[in-house]
Nanobody
Framework: QVQLVESGGGLVQPGGSLRLSCAAS????????MGWYRQAAGKQRELVAA???????NYADSVKGRFTISRNNAKNTAYLQMNSLKPEDTAVYYC??????????????WGQGTQVTVSS
């Protein structure tokens, strides 16, 4: 059983910054990929950024140059540094991880989500 817990969301003014954290716990052998998704009201969930265990990254075009994803493999934790925030970034942000448990079985785990609101 693997659990993901997000933190760091909140209310921020346009142009401001937030840093989200996602901590994974449980019977974990490895986490090949961790990522952040977001879902705005009335819209589908979309990929924001992802990072592999080797620190390769990719980003949605809408956030490239403003957001940075990183991870600490020793802590099984991923981060999303969000700068120059815009109102259209308002959404619930979800952490996602593809994990190998101690039985070497692959599973996908989702966090409960953390609200990010960008408003003046």
């Amino acid at each position: 059983q693997v659990q993901l817990v997000e933190s760091g969301g909140g209310l921020v003014q346009p142009g401001g910054s937030l840093r989200l954290s996602c901590a994974a716990s449980g019977s974990i052998l490895s986490i090949p990929v961790m990522g952040w998704y977001r879902q705005a009201a009335g819209k589908q969930r979309e990929l924001v950024a992802a990072v592999t265990s080797g620190s390769s990254t990719n980003y949605a075009d809408s956030v490239k140059g403003r957001f940075t994803i990183s991870r600490n493999n020793a802590k099984n934790t991923a981060y999303l540094q969000m700068n120059s925030l815009k109102p259209e970034d308002t959404a619930v942000y979800y952490c996602n991880a593809r994990v190998l448990d101690l039985g070497a079985r692959t599973a996908t785990s989702w966090g409960q989500g953390t609200q990010v609101t960008v408003s003046s």
